[in-house]
């Protein structure tokens, strides 16, 4: 993720991490995965972001490219505990956020917490289960918290679901529904990897795993302090109108039925603090908001029929849009600072 150079900011006298703080353990964690995800680190970056900016990753792509370790990466990289639900077409709610079971010893009920309750959750294969299941995780997502048999339950920070899904055409997946969709955060892909980085996989075969060895670079409390400083990161009002006008287009692009929602509007403001603060800078600026606005918007969109029969991708009406929409200048950015 080119940048430029990070920014020297003074400690907060609270204490609190500073943005050039962040950014060397953003980069510490980033180098961490990525000696077990070799040649991905587009894909590595735009996780965390989205731990930073409190959200969650859908990552939709081909088996084998190295989704499960990623996330298993990323869990042993910031000591953070690691829940897995292998999603398949018999899974039911409980399975995913646990259930009350009455024990017959003490004449009470007990919380058996499902495998939800982690730091980072892999919901693997989402689109294999019914959408009753899939919809077990809409509350853990967007509330942090669950609730089973009348009682809520919180879910401690740090929390990301990363989860994968099979492309569509593949036999036996049910499609997300559009509410769970808006959930995410950030739509990315792994992709294959580039040859230079599949030959090292093939030359590393036979040596010693690197995952079960991996160690962490920060602790969870520091990810949450990196969180926090995220949020501290100055957006200017006139990126804000810039946000909106993008928004507003969107709702009447003609290739789209649905355009962006408040959500997706906040939701990409938060992801460019957390790309300014992992590059060490306190204030926003529009490469920010450009370069994450195809993972963050696209997958919220829905193409007008006549569009999708042209086959229009919902990423080529984010390029369209950022190119409609005019960019605010340095100089009215740096006014509003």
Known sequence: ????????????????????EVADRYRAVVANVATVIHGKSDAIELVLLALLAGGHVLVEDVPGVGKTS??????????????????????LPSDVVGVTVYDRRTASFD????????????ADEINRASPKTQSALLEAMAESQVTVAGTTYG???PFLVLATQNPAEHEGAYPLPDSQLDRFLLRVSMGYP???AEVAVLASDGAVDVLPHLRPVVTAAEVVAMAAATRRVHIAPALQHYLVELAAASRAHTRLDLGMSPRATLSLQRVAQARA??????????????????????????????????????????????????????AQARRER
């Open 155 to 157: 879910l401690e920070p």
């Open 111 to 122: 919380f058996r917490p499902g495998p939800v309750f982690a730091n980072i959750v892999l």
């Open 70 to 91: 990623m996330a298993k990466a990323l869990a042993a990289s910031v000591d953070g505990t690691f829940g897995r639900i292998q999603f398949t077409p018999d899974l």
């Open 194 to 196: 580039a040859a230079d």
């Open 277 to 330: 603060a992992a590059v060490g800078r306190d204030f926003v600026v529009p490469d920010d908001i450009k370069a994450l606005a195809v993972p963050t918007v696209a997958h919220r969109l829905i193409l007008a029929p006549e569009a999708a029969l042209a086959g229009t991708s919902r990423s080529h009406v984010v390029d369209d849009l950022l190119d409609r929409v005019p960019v605010p200048t340095s």
């Open 1 to 20: 993720m080119a940048d430029p150079t990070p920014i020297d900011t003074p400690r907060h006298p609270d204490g609190a991490l500073t943005t050039v």
